[in-house]
């Protein structure tokens, strides 16, 4: 069963690293850093360094099944995953638990080998994996030599040889499949991961990172996947945020040094520590944050004649999730000074600040992130400038710029306008139907934009967004606390009508 608190629950089930650099140890570790509450099924304890693995003891089955029954029929999971299952007996107790208990989020890493060569897993496991855990797998992240040995030795030497792999396995019952591409040219700048959904493949490519700590590094991204999706990310964001957080590991990892032979780890707590460039104490963005999107207009305040910080004091309380600061005639002195003062309002009650287009005021101001155009900074660049952690919100009007910018790092879609707006009187309308389209296309929350109000919102809620963005419905009103309340009221009961109709 799931959870029944928001926190989310996730549970590797795995080899003890004596180390602690790979297996359990490190996907706690990683469980903690990305948000999540880890707990642990040991199904086998090594006795293993930073020169590799000196022994493996295997826990019996049953001891396997009391530790799943004690976790699964108290505690509660939202995402499970797999690691190192060392005979075909743990597979088949695993599969027939995870069945039992209907655990819907499952992710498997193939664990096989150990980095240093060593066999972790008997010959007759991958053939077991392939008939009992992988049609119940949500996603499968094997890397290349894991990938040749499920799909019959074959050889995998070149991005298409990876494509085609994802999806070979992937027809074994995955519903996601992330082929790894560490392994190829590890001289080359650039490392490629290919993942296919049974609809399209895409393509994870960043910068290699030249560091020894490299050990733990699958259990690491896999433990990240799983707590991405405990968090009610689909599988194509919990890969793409998971790649960004282990890319990120690596590089704050790169200077240590634990051991005398060559698995050197990664150090998780790097990444909960404070580090140059962070926003501290900025919550988790979640498509909850969207349901109420507050964007400010100056125009609107001098009519009211509200101050800004007051308009969006007013906002906030009437329940808007997330703010964008909207200021088009202001230098950046004063931006960041207003920026800062809007900061001190939403940050302690966990709202989101987002800058429109400036993302030089967002750096500087040290907001949550920012939402840019078309005609603004590319989004990848704007990605590249602010990082891993940050929000990034695009505005899109086709499905092909709404997959343009899910690729390019987007956490969010703001799409419109689906109505006729004064506030940009310039801006083609989309439609419910347009609308409906782009929030289609891709796997990220899209935000409706462009004439939306509190009698409105909730047929962009059924065509699938995750909430409505307002200006003048907001800002350019009597009281701000009063539309944004009604603005929420119609998302929040919008949401439940969509899921009753989906159940």
Not at 387 to 397: A, Q
């Amino acid at each position: 069963g799931a959870s029944t608190t928001a926190l989310p629950m996730v549970l590797t089930v795995a080899g003890s690293d004596s180390g602690g650099g790979a297996g359990i140890q490190a996907d706690l570790k990683t469980m903690l850093a990305c948000g999540g509450f880890g707990m642990s099924v040991v199904t086998s304890v090594t006795a293993q360094n930073s020169q590799g693995v000196q022994g493996v003891h295997v826990v019996p089955c049953e001891m396997v099944a009391q530790q799943l029954d004690s976790v699964l029929g108290d505690l509660g999971v939202d995402c499970l995953k797999t690691g190192m299952l060392p005979t075909p007996e743990t597979v088949r107790t695993v599969s027939q638990k995870l069945r039992q208990y209907g655990i819907s989020k499952v992710v498997v890493d193939p664990v096989l080998v150990s980095t240093s060569g060593c066999s972790l897993a008997e010959s007759e496991v991958a053939a077991v994996l392939k008939a009992e855990l992988l049609p119940l797998c949500t996603v499968l992240t094997p890397n290349l030599p894991e990938a040749a040995a499920l799909l019959e030795g074959r050889d995998i030497r070149s991005v298409p040889d990876m494509e085609q792999a994802a999806k070979d396995l992937h027809a074994l019952g995955p519903a996601a499949v992330l082929v790894k591409g560490g392994h190829l040219s590890d001289g080359a700048e650039e490392v490629v991961d290919v993942m296919y959904d049974g609809e399209r493949v895409t393509h994870f490519s960043g910068p290699r990172v030249c560091t020894s700590n490299t050990h733990g590094t699958g259990c690491t991204l896999s433990s990240a996947i799983a707590t991405n999706l405990a968090q009610g990310l689909s599988p194509k964001e919990a890969v793409r945020r998971s790649k960004a957080f282990i890319t990120e590991l690596l590089k704050r990892s790169s200077q240590i040094t634990v051991g005398s032979g060559p698995q050197w780890p990664m150090h998780h707590a790097k990444m909960v520590e404070p580090h140059p460039g962070d926003a501290a104490a900025r919550s988790p963005f979640d498509a909850a944050s969207l349901r109420c999107y507050a964007v400010t207009d100056p125009n609107c305040n001098a009519k009211c004649g509200r101050s800004l910080r007051k308009a969006v004091e007013l906002a906030i309380q009437g329940g808007a999730t997330i703010v964008q600061l909207r200021e088009k005639n202001i230098d950046g002195v004063d931006f960041v000074a207003a920026a800062r003062t809007i900061l001190e309002i939403a940050r302690p009650l966990g709202i989101p600040v987002l800058i429109n287009d400036r993302v030089d005021v967002a750096l500087a101001a040290g907001v949550d992130g920012v939402h840019v155009g078309q005609e603004d900074i590319a989004c990848a660049d704007v990605r590249a400038m602010l990082g891993p952690d940050k929000i990034i919100g695009v505005s899109v009007k086709t499905p092909e710029e709404a997959v343009k910018a899910m690729q390019d790092g987007a956490d969010y879609l703001g799409s419109g306008a689906v109505y006729p707006t004064s506030t940009k009187a310039d801006s083609s309308v989309i439609g419910l139907e347009g609308l409906r389209h782009v929030c289609e296309a891709v796997d990220i929350p899209v935000v409706s934009i462009g004439g939306v109000n509190a009698s409105n919102v909730a047929e962009t809620i059924k065509v699938g967004c995750a909430g409505g963005a307002l200006v003048s419905a907001i800002f350019g009103v009597d009281s701000p606390a009063t539309a944004a309340k009604a603005v929420l009221d119609a998302v929040d009961k919008a949401l439940v009508e969509r899921q009753s109709d989906s159940s």
